[in-house]
């Protein structure tokens, strides 16, 4: 054991910088066929191999297969994951660790699946969702782009060029679009970077959790992912600090695994988990009193389980709210700079009759 932990402290170094992590769909199809395999009495080993050839990727494939050949040479399951570091998110890790020996791991895998299933299907349901805003601004700026080409063609561009902020013709096109999708690359850069580092990523998501819409549908997503994460960690007897500290890592919420620090010194001060998760001020009202509910019953983990999906549909419609407000936008913003050039170019053209006739005069 003492082999495979520094092992894994050195190898996680190494993936840190070079590793990617697996794909969720690959991972989803891994553990649901090693779950199968296991619950029918497959050996560990040859449900690793079959199970990462199904994963229909390369790198699942060579993962599984050498953590295959670690488990034969007589390491964990769990330590072998660990070699790989960055290939699997953490929780994945603590899960097997956690369950490789109590006999609950074919449920765990399972649970796994489903989890990265539902990820898998809402980032396509994203992606479907924003295409058409995406395509809405790329026409947008297609057109203001092809405005200002045009009119620097036009005789006398330069005293128009003012319409278009002073940019006109091929160059001035040029430079509308560079700004434009610099401006766009240049922001979503420093949201992956502030994300990179977690006080800033922290500072970025609790800002964001007040922002209409958009925080409605990051709480919603987060608290979903949080009772899944309570629930599947107390079913595999983690101990409470150990699991606050898996189940607030995966809300995948800055704002979140900020708190969970003090939520878990107030449990051990002797607060409820209810009080507890209230002072954080992240949590709703009915959330907190199912909670609640299940403290007294002791069923905790059973109430957030059954709460989970409701705030993952909740969040659901929220990311349909959410993408439908970007369309309403950019189609506005589309009409306005159409609107705005067209208006501008008119009085221009009107400005250019009239000194014609005052030419005849």
């Not at 996680?12 to 553990?31: D, H, N, P, W, Y």
């Not at 959790?209 to 549908?217: E, H, M, T």
Request: aromatic content about 8%; proline content about 3%; overall charge neutral.
């Amino acid at each position: 054991m003492r082999v495979g932990l520094l092992a894994e402290s050195n190898v996680r170094g190494t993936e840190t910088v070079l590793g990617s992590q697996i794909r969720k769909q690959a991972l989803a199809v891994v553990c649901r066929n090693l779950a199968t395999m296991l619950y029918s009495g497959v050996p560990v080993v040859r449900a690793l191999e079959v199970a990462g050839r199904k994963g229909g990727d390369s790198l699942c494939r060579d993962v599984f297969t050498d953590i295959a050949d670690q488990v034969r040479a007589g390491e964990e399951l769990s330590d072998g994951m660990a070699r790989h570091g960055r290939r699997f998110p953490e929780l994945v890790i603590d899960m097997v660790r956690l369950s490789e020996h109590s006999g609950a791991l074919p449920e765990v895998l399972e649970h796994l699946a489903e989890h990265f299933d539902n990820i898998v299907a809402l980032r396509r349901k994203f992606l479907s969702q924003i295409t058409w805003p995406v395509i809405q601004f790329v026409a947008a700026t297609g057109v203001v782009s092809l405005v200002i080409f045009v009119l620097g063609m036009l005789p006398g561009g330069e005293a128009v060029s003012e319409i278009t902020f002073g940019l006109r013709g091929a160059g001035g096109a040029i430079t509308f679009l560079a700004i434009v999708y610099g401006t766009l690359m240049m922001l979503a850069g420093g949201y992956l970077a502030a994300s990179s580092v977690v006080t800033a990523r922290q500072i970025v998501d609790r800002i964001s959790l007040s922002v209409p819409v958009v925080g409605k549908c990051q709480r919603a997503f987060a608290i979903a992912r949080f009772s899944w994460a309570f629930y599947l960690t107390q079913q595999t007897g983690m101990p409470i600090r150990q699991s606050l500290q898996a189940t607030f890592q995966a809300t995948g919420n800055g704002a979140f695994q900020a708190k969970c620090e003090s939520v878990c010194r107030s449990i051990e001060e002797g607060d409820s988990l209810t009080v507890a998760l209230a002072d954080t001020g992240l949590f709703p009202q009915d959330f907190l009193e199912m909670v609640d509910v299940g403290e007294t019953s002791g069923t905790v983990p059973e109430q957030l389980h059954r709460l989970s999906p409701r705030f993952r549909e909740e969040a659901e419609r929220a990311l349909s709210l959410l993408c439908g407000a970007i369309a309403w936008a950019v189609w506005s913003i589309v009409a306005m700079f159409i609107v705005f050039f067209v208006f501008r170019f008119f009085l221009w053209y009107v400005g250019q009759i009239n000194q014609a006739l005052e030419g005849l005069q």
